[in-house]
């Protein structure tokens, strides 16, 4: 099992930027690739950003390609979300996730919730217009 922890979340206005952190334990943290994923009200989860389990490679949804990033340091046992030049359109509760294992390549790595074993309980960002 790996409990995993959001935090992070608040309100801002567009144009702000917010990093949310995602600290886990339990077990080895490092071993799997994680994601971050949204929900607005009313709208389908969607998957916001992936990092491989080595921080060799990310992948990111369109919708927030160049203005957020993901990253992890596996001496932390977290992974984070940088969010710069935030919309109306981003205000959801942002999850965290893991899954996978330490043998997947960098080029296995997708944008799917497909084998994300464990999830946070999530934190929501509101952005103002």
């Known amino acids: 099992q790996v409990q995993l922890v959001e935090s992070g979340g608040g309100s801002v206005g567009a144009g702000g930027s917010l990093r949310l952190s995602c600290v886990g334990s339990?077990?080895?943290?490092?071993?799997?690739?994680i994601g971050w994923f949204r929900q607005a009200p009313g709208k389908e989860r969607e998957t916001v950003a992936a990092i491989h389990w080595t921080g060799l490679r990310t992948i990111y949804a369109d919708s927030v390609k160049g203005r957020f990033t993901i990253s992890r340091d596996n001496g932390k046992n977290t992974a984070y979300l940088q969010m710069n030049n935030l919309k109306p359109e981003d205000t959801a509760v942002y999850y965290c996730?893991?899954?996978?294992?330490?043998?997947?390549?960098?080029?296995?790595?997708?944008?799917?919730?497909?084998?994300?074993?464990?999830w946070g309980k999530g934190t929501l960002v509101t952005v103002a217009s």
């Open positions: 996730a893991a899954g996978g294992q330490r043998s997947e390549s960098l080029n296995s790595l997708r944008l799917t919730s497909e084998g994300m074993d464990y």
């Open positions: 339990g077990r080895t943290f490092s071993n799997y690739r």
